[in-house]
């Protein structure tokens, strides 16, 4: 059985968040996540509030600027600093993008790593050193792109089956995205439903779920700035039917819309979850 670092219904914690969430009540969850490189340093007002949380709460984190994939080697100095964080904080795990978004200084964008056996090898390879260095496994995210690297010489992959060569290669963790896989199953054309069937559930640390921007009917941009819509939803009950009830977060970094409608997206998630659990208690 997968034993998972935290259970139920998530949130991002963002610093507009930071009121309502401390009136206990207010913002219904189980745990939240935060990005690391969002949150230290700090000192003073900030960190006590902070600390306030992280004592009431479980919580994840998920990190921003590592970048897995990148060229430039990895940054031990920003990993010394999260390890410190991790531990300060009882923070339940680590999960990163697998992509890259650094090449002489940062580039302020999660870039898409080619799809190809070379890649797989250097990625993993840089994985397994965070996980040494850290002394714990971690998660990656399948990210959303909307440019396929050109790959010239090595085999290309597919995107499932590069995402599982890495994990198994790597031997970490996973972070599943549904919002991502939809953006991307539109903008690429594959069966979302199909690319989170084929991911190995035994590594799901959680699950994201989150809003996007229709740019087009067949471009859809990954922004965490609306509400989750019907199709999302439907997959996040794909997951659970071929993985069991998965921790589930919402992700939203802006547009924050009043506390009811958040919290009725929360109820959302928590319904999906005694749903799936209803069921394999009937089964």
Known sequence: MTTFPVTGTGLGLRRAL?????QPGTIPVDFLEVAPENWIPM???LAREFRGFTERYPFVSHGLSLSLGG???????????????????????????????????HLYDLMPIPFTEEAVHYVADRIRRVQDFLGQRIGIEHVSYYATPEVTESRPLGELEFVNAVLEEADCGLLLDVNNAYVNGINHGYDAADFIRGLPGERIFYVHIAGH??????????????????PVWRLL???????GVLPTLLERDFNFPPVEELN?????????QQRRAAISRRA
């Open 18 to 22: 930071m009121g309502p969430l401390s």
């Open 43 to 45: 000192g003073g007002k």
């Open 71 to 105: 060229p430039e080697p990895l940054d031990f100095e920003l990993l010394g600093n999260i390890k410190q964080f991790l531990g300060e904080h009882r923070i339940r795990c680590y999960t990163e993008h697998l992509s890259y978004c650094s090449d002489h200084g």
């Open 213 to 230: 921007f229709d740019e087009a009917e067949d471009l859809k941009v990954d922004t965490h700035g609306s509400e989750v819509i019907d």
């Open 237 to 243: 009950d794909v997951a659970y039917d071929q993985f």
């Open 264 to 272: 009725r997206e929360l109820d959302r998630i928590g319904e999906a």
